[in-house]
Protein backbone atom coordinates (compact mmCIF):
# COMPACT_ATOMS: atom_id res chain seq x y z
CA UNK A 1 0.00 0.00 0.00
CA UNK A 2 1.40 3.63 -0.80
CA UNK A 3 1.29 5.96 1.66
CA UNK A 4 -0.67 9.21 0.96
CA UNK A 5 1.26 12.32 2.37
CA UNK A 6 -0.83 13.98 4.96
CA UNK A 7 -1.84 17.72 3.22
CA UNK A 8 -2.10 18.81 6.52
CA UNK A 9 1.92 18.66 6.41
CA UNK A 10 1.68 19.95 3.23
CA UNK A 11 -0.42 23.22 3.96
CA UNK A 12 2.10 24.28 7.38
CA UNK A 13 5.33 23.58 4.92
CA UNK A 14 3.89 26.43 2.45
CA UNK A 15 3.23 28.57 5.38
CA UNK A 16 7.02 28.03 6.78
CA UNK A 17 8.05 28.55 3.55
CA UNK A 18 6.19 31.70 3.16
CA UNK A 19 6.06 32.84 6.53
CA UNK A 20 8.87 31.36 8.88
CA UNK A 21 11.68 31.60 6.36
CA UNK A 22 13.72 33.09 9.57
CA UNK A 23 12.81 30.31 11.71
CA UNK A 24 13.40 26.35 12.49
CA UNK A 25 9.31 25.88 12.35
CA UNK A 26 8.02 22.64 11.71
CA UNK A 27 4.46 21.50 10.97
CA UNK A 28 4.40 19.75 14.33
CA UNK A 29 5.07 23.47 16.13
CA UNK A 30 2.37 25.06 14.07
CA UNK A 31 -0.09 22.46 14.85
CA UNK A 32 0.92 23.25 18.72
CA UNK A 33 0.23 26.87 18.22
CA UNK A 34 -3.04 26.42 16.40
CA UNK A 35 -4.04 23.90 19.44
CA UNK A 36 -2.88 25.95 22.27
CA UNK A 37 -4.25 28.37 24.18
CA UNK A 38 -1.34 30.89 24.11
CA UNK A 39 -2.83 33.92 22.53
CA UNK A 40 0.48 35.59 21.93
CA UNK A 41 1.68 32.63 20.23
CA UNK A 42 -1.61 32.99 18.38
CA UNK A 43 -1.29 36.55 17.52
CA UNK A 44 2.06 35.64 16.66
CA UNK A 45 1.17 33.09 13.95
CA UNK A 46 -1.67 35.55 13.13
CA UNK A 47 0.59 38.79 12.11
CA UNK A 48 3.24 36.09 10.05
CA UNK A 49 0.19 34.95 7.64
CA UNK A 50 -1.08 38.70 7.63
CA UNK A 51 2.07 39.93 6.10
CA UNK A 52 3.76 37.14 4.37
CA UNK A 53 1.45 34.47 3.59
CA UNK A 54 0.82 33.59 -0.65
CA UNK A 55 -2.43 32.48 -0.06
CA UNK A 56 -3.70 34.47 2.89
CA UNK A 57 -7.24 33.70 3.05
CA UNK A 58 -6.68 30.18 2.72
CA UNK A 59 -4.49 30.49 5.42
CA UNK A 60 -6.41 32.10 8.01
CA UNK A 61 -8.64 29.28 7.95
CA UNK A 62 -6.90 27.38 10.44
CA UNK A 63 -8.27 29.70 12.97
CA UNK A 64 -11.83 28.59 14.27
CA UNK A 65 -13.59 31.59 12.78
CA UNK A 66 -14.22 32.59 16.59
CA UNK A 67 -10.83 32.55 17.09
CA UNK A 68 -9.82 34.91 13.62
CA UNK A 69 -12.09 37.43 14.65
CA UNK A 70 -10.81 37.36 18.09
CA UNK A 71 -7.45 38.03 16.30
CA UNK A 72 -8.57 40.44 13.83
CA UNK A 73 -10.25 42.67 16.12
CA UNK A 74 -7.35 42.99 18.58
CA UNK A 75 -4.44 43.69 15.64
CA UNK A 76 -3.03 47.29 15.21
CA UNK A 77 -1.94 48.02 11.97
CA UNK A 78 1.94 49.51 12.60
CA UNK A 79 3.41 51.93 10.65
CA UNK A 80 5.65 49.91 9.15
CA UNK A 81 4.48 48.93 6.03
CA UNK A 82 1.01 50.18 7.35
CA UNK A 83 -0.58 50.58 3.53
CA UNK A 84 -0.01 46.93 2.84
CA UNK A 85 -0.71 45.44 5.94
CA UNK A 86 -4.13 47.62 6.33
CA UNK A 87 -5.59 46.61 2.94
CA UNK A 88 -4.84 42.80 3.89
CA UNK A 89 -6.84 43.28 7.15
CA UNK A 90 -9.62 44.79 5.74
CA UNK A 91 -9.54 41.91 2.88
CA UNK A 92 -9.56 38.95 5.77
CA UNK A 93 -12.56 41.61 7.47
CA UNK A 94 -14.55 42.08 4.16
CA UNK A 95 -13.69 37.86 3.38
CA UNK A 96 -14.67 36.52 6.79
CA UNK A 97 -16.77 38.63 8.83
CA UNK A 98 -18.63 40.83 5.58
CA UNK A 99 -17.24 43.97 7.02
CA UNK A 100 -16.72 47.06 4.81
CA UNK A 101 -14.16 46.93 1.92
CA UNK A 102 -12.09 49.98 2.12
CA UNK A 103 -9.84 49.43 -0.52
CA UNK A 104 -11.08 51.51 -3.59
CA UNK A 105 -9.47 49.52 -6.69
CA UNK A 106 -11.41 46.11 -5.12
CA UNK A 107 -14.69 47.17 -4.85
CA UNK A 108 -15.88 46.51 -8.49
CA UNK A 109 -15.63 43.06 -6.58
CA UNK A 110 -17.60 43.32 -3.83
Known sequence: MIARPDPTYAKYQQLIKDCF?????TPADLDKIITSDNVREKQF???KILANSTQLLHDL???PQAELKFL???????TFNHEYLARRKNM????????ELTIEELKWTA
Do not use: A, G, M, S
Open 21 to 25: WEYNF
Open 45 to 47: LFE
Open 61 to 63: KIF
Open 72 to 78: VDRYTVP
Open 92 to 99: VEYHFFNK
